[in-house]
């Protein structure tokens, strides 16, 4: 169970994060990353953050980037929480993939559909 405490310093970190993303990848065009969601360790020394990234294709390779440039961004959030924060989590990113789930179980709702309706003229 997240303290308050825990959940506003995720809060901070994750919105400071998404402002981080935006501006890196405004360069690249074609390329979105948001923050979905960040959790942080209960002595506040990690931060997970959940990445959803499109396009998906590219998904791994990006996540892969942003993990080798983990302390680069983590100075980037330093700076900008610096006042907020004494110290600056160590943070660790993974990619939030329910979208793709979402995606895949409507897909596999639509398919089954038409297998389920009753066939007409059939009597049980």
């Known amino acids: 169970m997240e303290t ?7 809060r901070l970190i994750q919105k400071e994060l998404g402002d ?3 501006k890196q990848t405004q360069a690249t065009r074609g390329v979105l ?3 979905s969601a960040v959790r942080i360790s209960p002595d506040l020394s990690i931060a997970k953050g959940y990445l959803s990234i499109f396009p ?3 998904a791994d390779e990006i ?3 942003i993990n080798a440039n983990a302390r680069q961004i983590r100075y980037d959030l330093g700076k900008r929480v610096r006042f907020q924060l004494r ?3 160590e943070l660790k990113f993974f990619k939030d993939d329910s979208l793709d789930y979402l ?8 398919g089954t559909e038409p297998q389920a309706a009753p066939t007409e003229g059939h009597e049980a």
């Open 4 to 10: 308050t405490r825990q959940q506003k310093i995720a």
């Open 33 to 35: 990353v948001s923050v």
């Open 56 to 58: 998906s294709e590219r």
């Open 20 to 22: 981080i993303f935006q």
């Open 103 to 110: 995606e895949h179980i409507d897909e596999l709702l639509k």
């Open 63 to 65: 996540l892969g980037n």
């Open 87 to 89: 110290i600056i989590p």
